[in-house]
């Protein structure tokens, strides 16, 4: 109850603020009602921004994950085996992530920190990273280590489409 009453307070003595001109741009009229009776209206200065779930990019959470969402997949799977301090990680990973997207759904990639599972960058013989692997059906098709342009990534996953 307590609570309440600080917050309904704070909220209070912050809308009732006004705002040195010139500093935040000119409010809407549009004001909202509060069930406790406050009325609050929107300051466009601090929008509230979304973006957009991405649905063809994963990341991978443990070895039983990546074998229902790799392995076992009917859609083809690019999978980037990376690492938080590689350079060219960070600049394949991006440019990876858009091609896919461009594919609308014929192919899907899964990213793999090579620091957290270890144990799968063993078992598919990742040596260096960037890795990308090319799987099919749970069988890996196609391989490439380092970075590419769009028009070799294209490639390679038209490769892998079919």
Known sequence: MAQRLLLRRFL?????RKPSQGWWPPLTSRALQTPGGLTVTPNPARTIY???ISLTTFNIQDGPDFQDRVVNSETPVVVDFHAQWCGPCKILGPRLEKMVAKQHGKVVMAKVDIDDHTDLAIEYEVSAVPTVLAMKNGDVVDKFVGIKDEDQLEAFLKKLIG
């Open 50 to 52: 979304t973006t957009r």
């Open 12 to 16: 209070a003595s912050v809308i009732s």
